[in-house]
């Protein structure tokens, strides 16, 4: 996960995303970018915590 700045700010590994969650807790209030990466393709996923 990465902050506004392009710093990155959480990593985690997991073998299936299904009902993962991620614990942003102690992450200030923002916009974030969450990059998921499978096999053969990545997404980009933009979140706001307020």
Request: no cysteine; glycine share 8%.
């Amino acid at each position: 996960m990465y902050n506004q700045l392009g710093q990155l700010v959480l990593t985690s590994e997991k073998s299936d995303l299904s009902g993962n969650t991620i614990d942003m807790a102690q992450l200030n209030t923002g916009i974030y970018i969450v990059k998921l990466f499978g096999e053969s393709n990545s997404q980009s996923i933009t979140i706001s915590k307020k």
